[in-house]
Structure formats: structure tokens, C-alpha cells
């Protein structure tokens, strides 16, 4: 990443952190149907304001009838927001009707997409984007509705693009959906200029460049599709690969028979089947097995896992904890995973405690859980690993942004791996230094930044003086900065704080978390 754009970008991902990935993509969605409905008043998009707003009232009540059945069955608990958000992306893929026929269509493909949820599913995950299996199924077989993407018009280009760019800054898959944009548009210029060879017509570049991005659902794919987390697979490379494939394939729509195309949402569910052979992930759930805090804020969280999960030290997990009337911020969060590799089954977490007075829902359900409960891990994400090769490494760490060095660090000790690290922690004060124990017995070299000095410090580590950490502080304590590979974890906004310190590092590798 490139040092001088991090403390900018993570200032921006410390507010949208305030609310959670899923509501977050829900009142994007809410607001671009608004938007539509406004546009569609004034005659500037095709469908009609009733068409729209009947397509979304049948789509939104299958849709949650069907998710709240079947997650009774299953004993799960009904998520409002997911049933929304599928009923919001169809809306914008599905052709509007008024017609007896056409919402048949509409409601049918809304109960597939939900319905998929649960059939075509791993270990509790879905395997296809929901909204793109009910729009094919209903658009392939001619079932009284078809996938129109009327959302990719120029009027509605501008509020995609930046409710879109805010979701992806969000969820950090800004890169993601840009090779995939590039892809798309990319061969969709090479189609059209063939096209035009082809009809004896001239070629505009201009005009078919505004063609791709304005006039096409490329931006909405990409923002509120192609993003979902829970079809992608966890490594960036990986990520990369899917995205560059649903591109090509969207860009091009490959013709099957003369029946149908390999276009849009097509080209999505390929992609999801790819991420799928990528990683072969789902649900895996935990047992609590014991809590402590670690610091006079920050707490662990000691699971035993039921079941077969794997990860790369310095990853992170998504935690659900399922619970009632869930706040604006969901029932889902991120952690970095403490434990190493090496310690499964057994995983720890950690997290600060943060604000008491007003507490997420969130907060308080998993402040209320006890040994015995079980929860879920949904999956685990992130390229926060550390480099192949001998590359010397600085580690930062910003409070309890510690807790992925700590399983980097664990694992090393466990494979008996050699490497040059120094890592350099960042506490308000000494109390608030988590697992010295464990990482004095690593023997790494380590550089102390808190307000009071803390007692009996190893002989390895060194105490900052009560200096806040600047460029000049890192540079001191770690004279050949400019020879590692650098990643710092911690508070967005702390991360932004200390980008500039850095700057002078090899390379630069961000950890951020918002919170929770």
C-alpha cells in the first residue's frame, strides 16, 4: 500500500466503522432506491414508480417469509437485514412490472435467491450470490421475469458509484471491484470496437467508454455484488482471480446454444463457483471455554472448535453472536485471531471493552456469553500474513492491535521458523501492555511506547521515555526501518496517526479494525 494515501483512507474507514458491513450495504441500497424513485418521478429512468415500488413490497415479502421459515426450521435466527438486502439487489436487476405475470416472476426469483441460502450451501454458507441464482433461474428459463439491470443508467451512475465506492471502502475491497471494473469495461471496449468493424461502422472510443461505465450495471455488480464477502475467498490473490474472471465474462457475454448468455449475473455465479474451489469454507462453531481480561480494558476469549477450521497467523475471523434486537451495527464482527495455527483446536480472541456507558447490542450479548456457549466463526479473511523469505519485519502494534503479532510470533516459535523482528508497542500506559509473557518468551526485540514506564521489563525490550511515538522515535528504535517490511495493527485512526512514521519502511502492510 502505498504509506502517503494510509492515514487518509483509514481516517475515512474509522467512520464508516461506526455502523456495520451489512447495515451499511442495506441503507446504500435503501438510499439508491430513494434515489430511484425520485428519478422515476421525473421521468428519467424507465420504470415506473409503482412498478418499482410493487416489485420491491413483493420481493421484500417472499424474500422474508422465506428466509424467516427456513431459519426456523434450521433454528436460526431471522436477519432482517439479509432478507432486505436481497430483495434490494434483485429489485435493481429484475425488470419492474405491474403485471400478474411479471411479479409471479419477480416473486419466484425472490424466493429462489432465498431459498439458495440454504440448498446450495456448505457447512451453513452460501455458495452463489443469491440475488444473481434467482435473476439467471427466472431469466433462463423464461419463468414470468428476466434480469434487466435497468440500474445501469446514466442517471443513476453517479449515487452507484458513490454508495458503491463507500461499501467498498468499508469492507476494504476497493482493489477488488477495480480490477474487475478494468476487466469488464476493458473487454467490453474490445466487443464493441469488433462489433463496429463488423457492421461497417465507426468506432468512438469516447462514446463507447461512456457506454461501459454509465450504461451498463457494471458499477452496481461490482460494488454490491462482486463484493459480498461471503462468496469471495480469503486471499487477496485469490480475490483478484475471481474478480479478473467475472470481469472478462461480463464484459463478453459468451452466447450458450443460442439458448442465453454468460453475462452479468451469470458471470457472477461463475466466479462464485471459482472463489468456491479456491476455499471450501462454511460455518464453523465454538465452544467458549473460559474469559479473562488480559489488561484493565481489553478481555480474551478462550474457544475449543467443534470442527475442522483453518487459518494463516495473522488473519482474522467474523464472530456472529446471535441475539435479540441487534442494533444498527448487526450480530456479526471482525477479530483478529490471537491464537496460533499450531494451538488449534483451541482459538482465542481478544478485544477492548471501549465504550461502557453506551454499549453495542453486540457488546452486550458477547460480554453475557459463558463458558459452555457456542458461537459461530462465518470465516476467516485477510493478507495481513507475514512475507515469504528471510525479508527482516517491524511490527507496530496500537493498543490491542497486538493480537496478530501475537499469532504470527507464536507460530514462528512453533515451527521453529528464524526471523529478524522488532516490534514496536503502542499503549496509552504500562497497564495496558497485553500478552508480555508470551511474547518476552518469542525473544523478540521490543520497543515500549506508553506514558509511565512499565516494571521489570524483559532485558530485550526498551521503554520509549514516556515519548509519544513519532518518525523520529521509530527511526531511533529501529535504525534499519528503512530495510524491513512494515505492518501495523490497530484503531483506524491511530493508524493514521502513526502512517507518516513509517513512510521510510521497505514496504507497508495496514491491519485496521473499527471496532465493535
Given at each position: 500500500m502505498t504509506s502517503f494515501l494510509t492515514a487518509p483512507r483509514q481516517r475515512v474507514l474509522a467512520v464508516l466503522g461506526a455502523i456495520s458491513m451489512y447495515r451499511l450495504v442495506l441503507f446504500a441500497l435503501l438510499t439508491l432506491a430513494v434515489i430511484s424513485l425520485a428519478l422515476s418521478t421525473a421521468g428519467l429512468i424507465g420504470p415506473a414508480p409503482l412498478e418499482i415500488l410493487a416489485s420491491f413490497a413483493v420481493l421484500a415479502v417472499v424474500i422474508s417469509v422465506v428466509d424467516a421459515m427456513?431459519?426456523?426450521?434450521l433454528r436460526l435466527p431471522w436477519r432482517v437485514e439479509s432478507s432486505l438486502v436481497t430483495s434490494l439487489i434483485l429489485l435493481f436487476v429484475l425488470q419492474p412490472s405491474l403485471t400478474a405475470a411479471g411479479l409471479s416472476g419477480t416473486a419466484l426469483a425472490g424466493a429462489l435467491a432465498s431459498l439458495s441460502k440454504y440448498l446450495i450451501a456448505w457447512r451453513g454458507r452460501h455458495i452463489l450470490n443469491p440475488a444473481?441464482?434467482?435473476?439467471a433461474v427466472v431469466t433462463i428459463l423464461g419463468l414470468?421475469?428476466?434480469?434487466?439491470?435497468?440500474?445501469?443508467?446514466?442517471?443513476?451512475a453517479v449515487p452507484v458509484a458513490v454508495l458503491g465506492l463507500a461499501v467498498l471502502w468499508r469492507t476494504e475491497?476497493?482493489?477488488?471491484?477495480?480490477?474487475?471494473?478494468?476487466?469488464?469495461?476493458?473487454?467490453?471496449?474490445?466487443?464493441?470496437a469488433a462489433q463496429a468493424q463488423l457492421a461497417g461502422l465507426e468506432f468512438a472510443v469516447p462514446d463507447a467508454l461512456l457506454f461501459a461505465v454509465a450504461q451498463s450495471p457494471f458499477l452496481f455488480l461490482g460494488a454490491f455484488?462482486?463484493?459480498?464477502?461471503?462468496?469471495l475467498p480469503p486471499r487477496r490473490w485469490q480475490q483478484f482471480s475471481v474478480a479478473a474472471l467475472v470481469g472478462v465474462l461480463a464484459g463478453w457475454p459468451i452466447s450458450v446454444a443460442g439458448l442465453f448468455t454468460l453475462g452479468q449475473e451469470r458471470a457472477l455465479l461463475i466466479g462464485n463457483l471459482l472463489a468456491f474451489a479456491f476455499a471450501v469454507r462454511g460455518s464453523v462453531r465454538l465452544v467458549l471455554e473460559k474469559r479473562q481480561?488480559?489488561?484493565?480494558?481489553?478481555?480474551?476469549?478462550?474457544?475449543?472448535?467443534?470442527?475442522?477450521?483453518?487459518?494463516?497467523?495473522?488473519?482474522?475471523?467474523?464472530?456472529?453472536?446471535?441475539?435479540?434486537?441487534?442494533?444498527?451495527?448487526?450480530?456479526?464482527r471482525e477479530f483478529s485471531i490471537l491464537s496460533a495455527p499450531a494451538d488449534l483446536p483451541t482459538l482465542r480472541i481478544a478485544y477492548k471493552d471501549g465504550d461502557q456507558k453506551h454499549p453495542s447490542s453486540y457488546k452486550r450479548a458477547l460480554a453475557a456469553a459463558e463458558p459452555g456457549a457456542v458461537l459461530a466463526v462465518t470465516g476467516t479473511w485477510g493478507d495481513f500474513v507475514l512475507p515469504r523469505g528471510g525479508t527482516p519485519v517491524l511490527m507496530v502494534a496500537a493498543g490491542i492491535g497486538v493480537t496478530p503479532f501475537v499469532s504470527q510470533l507464536r507460530q514462528l516459535r512453533a515451527t521453529g521458523a528464524d526471523r529478524d523482528v522488532v516490534l514496536v508497542y503502542v499503549a496509552s500506559e504500562a497497564a495496558e501492555l497485553a500478552f508480555r509473557d508470551e511474547l518476552a518468551a518469542t525473544g523478540v526485540r521490543v520497543a515500549v511506547f506508553t506514558r509511565d514506564e512499565p516494571a521489570d521489563l524483559p532485558a530485550h525490550w526498551t521503554w520509549g521515555g514516556g515519548a509519544r511515538l513519532d518518525a523520529a522515535g521509530l527511526e531511533s528504535a529501529v535504525p534499519d526501518l528503512g530495510a524491513r517490511h512494515a505492518f501495523i495493527s490497530g484503531p483506524p485512526r491511530l493508524i493514521a496517526d502513526l502512517a507518516p512514521a513509517l513512510q521510510r519502511a521497505r514496504s507497508l502492510t495496514t491491519d485496521a479494525f473499527a471496532g465493535y
Open positions: 427456513a431459519q426456523r426450521i444473481a441464482f434467482g435473476a414470468g421475469s428476466f434480469s434487466s439491470w435497468w440500474v445501469g443508467t446514466p442517471a443513476l475491497k476497493v482493489r477488488i471491484v477495480l480490477v474487475f471494473l478494468i476487466a469488464a469495461i476493458g473487454v467490453s471496449l474490445v466487443r464493441q455484488m462482486l463484493s459480498e464477502p461471503l462468496t481480561f488480559v489488561t484493565p480494558t481489553a478481555q480474551e476469549l478462550t474457544f475449543r472448535v467443534k470442527s475442522r477450521l483453518s487459518f494463516i497467523a495473522g488473519q482474522y475471523l467474523e464472530l456472529d453472536v446471535p441475539h435479540r434486537r441487534p442494533d444498527a451495527r448487526g450480530t456479526r
